[in-house]
């Protein structure tokens, strides 16, 4: 059996079309019951973020990093290598575990607090080892990369429609952020600049062309609609 608006291949126990909604209606075929998924009354309810767990969290973070201060101290009798080990478990638990404290974590607050712990951590890393390179790569290279993202996840998450437009712009502005990338390497760390990032741009300006091209003609996206089912 096939949906008359879309065509897309249904189930003999469809009510509705799962793609377009249209309801099925077949005068020859006797639509079955399925069973429910839960038993009537006891349906699942939605529980809030155990503190228990997010506390073993802490702790899973917390005993490594005694663990490496009891090591760099026993080894070498002063801190030297702690810093980064214990940089790295913190930026790891802001990334995965700090959202985990709250029952409805917002994307557009933490993804920039992810970049902002990430930059902090790289000029760390550049202080300590008086590398040179954080000003000159690693702080303009993030910054624009955050730009990118928190500007889409916003989009995304403001909106609520329109994201094949937000995507594909998306896509289109990563092209870029390739070219600053080799740019960046050159001026850095005088890697030569051979024009590599052309090939990335190249496909990812397609790639964020095409998404705009469906979110434009909407005859074409409900082909592919049909075609991957999506």
Not at 90 to 111: D, E, H, N, R, S
Not at 149 to 162: D, E, F
Request: aromatic share 16%; with cysteine.
């Amino acid at each position: 059996m096939f949906c008359v608006k879309c065509g897309v291949e249904l189930a003999d126990t469809e009510k509705a079309c799962p793609l377009c909604g249209t309801r099925v209606y077949h005068p020859d075929l006797v639509r079955g019951e399925a069973e429910p998924l839960y038993p009537k009354g006891r349906h699942p309810k939605p529980q809030a973020n155990s503190k228990v767990v997010n506390g073993i969290f802490i702790l899973l973070f917390v005993l490594p990093m005694v663990f490496c201060l009891m090591a760099d101290l026993q080894r070498n009798g002063s801190l030297n290598w702690f810093g980064y080990a214990a940089g790295g478990l913190l930026l790891g638990y802001v990334f995965f575990f700090l959202p985990l404290w709250f029952k409805k974590p917002t994307p557009v607050i933490f993804v920039p607090c992810d970049f902002a712990a990430a930059i902090v951590y790289l000029l760390y890393i550049d202080l300590k080892t008086d590398g040179g390179w954080f000003l000159s790569f690693a702080f303009p290279l993030l910054g624009a990369l955050a730009l990118i993202v928190c500007a889409m996840v916003t989009l995304v998450h403001c909106l609520g429609r329109g994201r094949l437009f937000i995507f594909g712009g998306g896509f289109v502005l990563m092209g870029g952020f390739m070219l600053l990338l080799e740019f960046l390497l050159d001026v850095t760390f005088s890697v030569a600049f051979i024009g590599w990032s052309i090939y990335p741009l190249i496909f990812l300006a397609v790639l964020g062309g095409f998404l705009i091209y469906l979110g434009i003609d909407g005859t074409a996206r409900e082909a592919m609609e049909r075609k991957l089912f999506f």
